[in-house]
């Protein structure tokens, strides 16, 4: 089986953007979410051999291992102000062939202007030597490769022009515009001060009554105004200084037109968002390209040469800006429509089938849609063409199935089809094919036409303790449900669990020794209880001074919670950690500070609601839900009413350690909360740091919440910040009074397992 091809990117998408701050979500774009187009258009379209993505700062072994091909969707790569010496280096380390895709050079009037750099005038040698046929952008950057004596290209235009699967696209807008008005417009501009009067021009002609949003593709500022941030000094310069037409308006205009500004870290969501607008006006190629493809009228206005030859090779509507007169894009746009759109459709089929020919000597398959493109053929029906692979025929049979078991002996689940034919799968070790198996034994408890499947992994494979397991259908890259899962292979993974009756499994031999803790034999000696004094003291007497409130949530050991079922020799004893802090908080007469330990709730709950599954060692959407009552009667907060739940398999983290089935049946909450939000430090667990702010219906001005916490809260803090105007929630057990500052919470809630207290908090 062929290794997969290594594509340098993303697929189109920030994972998690919602979680991440504005500068590091922008920067994983490529400083531009214009990228986001090509990749997805990449990823998705383009290429149907098995796939991963990796970082611009990849690591050259590891690729070099586990792929076998680089395929590069390349930007403008070729401009005087970059030197790409780096990456020259990390891909002529890996010695493997590359596929570059979308090459563009960076130029306003001259190709003159392209002065390359020693580091970019290295990549681009070896682009000339590890690529059988570089595919570019237009007729400007073949100018610049002859110059340096490149002469293996084709001018193919960018990969986001193979993103619809409509063979009559280009007709399919002529139409549309011929029958409705234009009466909304997305305008898509640079913001760039030599830009302002053109796109200053721009805006007065669509009119705030028209204008349906302003798509910002960069500087980072920009993005910050779409995600709200404008408070932030950085942000206020550009404002005032160097946004071009945004700094030249009235403050009042100013202001309405940022609430206008839109910025998307999907390709996809920003293709979804232009289905409500007419057309896409922009100085920008791909915020207007993306209009395009989602079957909307569009007009470039290029004002240099990158985006001149890039709307010329794909066959867009396209002005110059410097001929184009006032209040004539309107007009102009509905007139290049109605010329352009048939021509488009023949040219983008010319296109497609060209560089199904260089995927061809690179010996990659092409996506589906990619070759239905080149083919004229029909379009994959809506859903099927998103799929990371290439798409199972229209008409062919349906397939699903579930990953039910993944550890270091066995990857294991079902497959079921509407027809008497199994469909195979494959397997997947962070995104490195290990196996494929066709299933053949029959799961009558499944479904007439349902099968078993197993792969047992070869050693090879299991050279980490901690892998990202993936069971795909082999001939559609589709992934099962459940699937992909991160999960702990570790050899020694089943002594960390210890057996009670009815199936009930805890944890044990873990660094907390949380087994000595319940039992009495490990408690809090006086120095660390001298350390937890402190700790307490210091808190309170700052959310005093600060007119806070303070929560301490302990969220107690499911071995507390399920005492009964634990083995006969284990006995839970008064005389634990939990208890020491209780009486210690007692003792200290706190003033803002309030200690909740849920387990009598929990208890209560009983098992039949699984508070915590058994074998997880983390309460369920139903244990969190009962701790969070707890938490709002301490605050003396409204109870949240008519939560519902119903059950479905999910991982559990012991039952992964034993070498069987990983899931269970567990119950989950039918609707979850979604804040949003606004900041993500990225930072894996401890130490991450996320801001978010409540959806509709929170009053602006209503309290601001402080949570420390750590895995347990991750059940919490979407209900949490849905309460609250502003949340910030931190993964880490200590706290800085400067963070309190920073902050400002009128809430402060700290929670934490109870088999951690045994490691002190620090305050300050």
Known sequence: MKKPIAILGTEGSIGAAFTRRTKAAFALTGANTGNLAFQYGVFHRVLGDARVTVPFTFDPALVRDRCRLLCIPAANFLYSGFDLGDLARRLEETGLPLMVLGLGAQAFRDIDEVKLKPGTERLLHLFRERCRRIMLRGRHTAAVLERHGVQNFEVLGCPSNFINPDPALGASIAARLAERPVASIAFAPTFYPFNAAIERALLDEIGMDRLAEIVAQDPLAAIAVARGETDASETRAWLEGRAGFLTNAAPAEREELCRRIRAYFSAEAWLEAYQRVDGVIGTRIHGAALGWQAGRAALVVSYDLRTEELAETMGLPLVKAAALKPGAALA?????????????????????????????????????????????????????????????????????????????????????????????????????????????????????????????????????????????????????????????????????????????????????????????????????????????????????????????????????????????????????????????????????????????????????????????????????????????????????????????????????????????????????????????????????????????????????????????????????????????????????????????????????????????????
Request: glycine share 8%; net charge negative; charged share 25%.
């Open 332 to 764: 102009l746009m509905a007139e290049r429509v109605a010329v352009l759109a048939p021509e488009y459709d023949a040219r983008r089929r010319d296109l497609a089938a060209r560089l199904v020919a260089l995927l061809g000597e690179h010996d990659v398959t092409p996506g589906t849609v990619l070759a239905q493109l080149a083919t004229g053929a029909a379009a994959t029906p809506p859903g099927d063409e998103a799929s990371a692979g290439p798409a199972e025929p229209p008409a062919g049979p349906r397939h699903w199935g579930f990953l039910e078991q993944y550890n270091r002996r066995r990857i294991a689940g079902w497959v079921a089809s509407s027809d008497a034919v199994p469909p195979g799968v494959t397997i997947r070790f962070d995104g490195i094919d290990i196996g494929a198996v066709l299933p053949t034994k029959a799961r009558p408890d499944i479904g007439a036409n349902a099968w078993a499947f197993e792969l047992r992994p070869p050693p090879e494979a299991v050279t980490k303790d901690v892998v990202r397991v993936e069971a795909v259908f082999t001939g559609s890259g589709r992934p099962l449900r459940n699937s992909p899962v991160v999960t702990s292979i570790a050899a020694d993974d089943a002594a960390k669990v210890l057996r009670g009756s009815e199936g009930y499994l805890f944890l044990r031999n873990d660094s907390n020794r949380v087994i000595d803790q319940v039992t009495g034999k490990r408690i809090l000696s006086d120095a660390e209880l001298a350390q937890w004094e402190a700790f307490l003291r210091g808190l309170d007497e700052a959310a005093q001074s600060r007119g806070a409130r303070v929560v301490y949530l302990v969220a107690p050991n499911k071995e507390c919670v399920f005492a009964e079922f634990l083995p006969d020799d284990v006995v839970v004893a008064e005389t634990r950690p939990v208890r020491q802090l209780q009486a210690l908080a007692a003792r200290l007469d706190l003033r803002a500070t309030r200690m909740v330990y849920p387990l009598e709730a929990l208890r209560r709950a009983g098992p039949q609601f699984a508070t915590y599954p058994k074998g997880d060692s983390h309460w369920s959407d139903y244990g969190a839900t009962v701790a969070l009552e707890a938490l709002y009667e301490a605050l003396g907060l409204p109870l949240a009413t008519g939560a519902k739940f119903h059950s479905e398999f999910r991982n559990a983290d012991l039952l992964s350690k034993l070498g069987g089935v990983c899931v269970e049946q567990q119950p989950v909450l039918d609707r979850r909360p979604v804040a949003v939000a606004v900041h993500d430090n990225g930072v894996l667990n401890t130490g991450r740091r996320r801001d978010l702010r409540a959806g509709h219906g929170v009053d602006a001005e209503a309290q601001r919440l402080l949570i420390m916490h750590d895995s347990f809260g991750e059940w919490l803090i979407p209900a949490l910040a849905e309460r609250f105007a502003r949340t910030t929630a931190i993964w880490n057990a200590s706290l800085d009074p400067a963070l309190l500052d920073d902050v400002r919470p009128d809430v402060i809630i700290l929670e934490r397992a109870e088999r951690f207290l045994v490691v002190p908090p620090r305050f300050g």
